[in-house]
């Protein structure tokens, strides 16, 4: 068994993540890539593992739950606020029609659409810039992922989610919980879920996984 293998049996299968789109997904995505020089021989870890400029990428089992929650269809347009890495952005783009992702820190993004682009991944639209406000006046998504933590839920984002749509969100500065966000014809649903920590949601962006 590879150590990919052995990753998505024991801490995403092993811990009730299942789907075979998201399990194939797994399988499909080279995590080392993803992962900063230094510490490509523990990227399929059970942990955080630093990124640089003070972020890390996430362990596989929260970017396999937040997967998850978001409940992805093949047709589904997804936002992710906090490209980081790329690689939560890599797992999505497997599962959705489009990805449109954000990220305040340029160097970030650039490192993650070399990665992208080099595995031919051709459904995903890049932006630097205030992850807070989504991605454009007039846009609207199927789902929403965001990977770092503001203290409440940016409204923008809200607005940008279809009737029908999913976010899940991390929220909170010192105790933050997982949120999944559901809009309907009749308003907001918000639905905790379990303790988590991430980074902080700056007032002028995001810092991301």
Request: net charge negative.
């Amino acid at each position: 068994m590879t150590p990919q293998e052995r990753m998505i049996e024991e801490q995403i299968k092993g811990r009730g993540i299942n789907g075979s789109g998201l399990l194939n997904a797994f399988s499909q995505v080279p995590r080392q890539l993803f992962v900063a020089d230094g510490y490509r021989s523990r990227a399929y870890e059970d942990a955080a593992l630093p990124l640089g400029y003070d972020q890390t990428i996430s362990q596989p089992y929260m970017v396999g739950l937040m997967t998850s929650l978001l409940n992805l269809r093949e047709d589904d347009d997804v936002l992710e606020v906090g490209t980081g890495s790329g690689y939560q952005t890599a797992i999505i783009s497997r599962m959705a029609r489009s990805v449109c992702t954000i990220e305040i820190n340029a160097q970030l993004s650039d490192r993650a659409q070399v990665i992208l682009r080099s595995l031919g991944y051709d459904n995903i639209q890049f932006e630097v810039g205030d992850g807070r406000l989504g991605w454009s006046a007039t846009a609207s998504f199927d789902a929403v992922i965001v990977t770092a933590a503001p203290e409440t839920i940016p409204p923008q984002l809200v607005k940008q989610l279809r009737s029908g749509g999913r976010m899940v969100i991390p929220v909170g500065v010192y105790d933050q919980y997982l949120y999944v966000v559901q809009k309907t014809e009749d308003g907001v649903k918000r639905d905790q879920q379990t303790a988590v920590r991430f980074v902080p949601l700056l007032d002028s962006g995001c810092s991301s996984k």
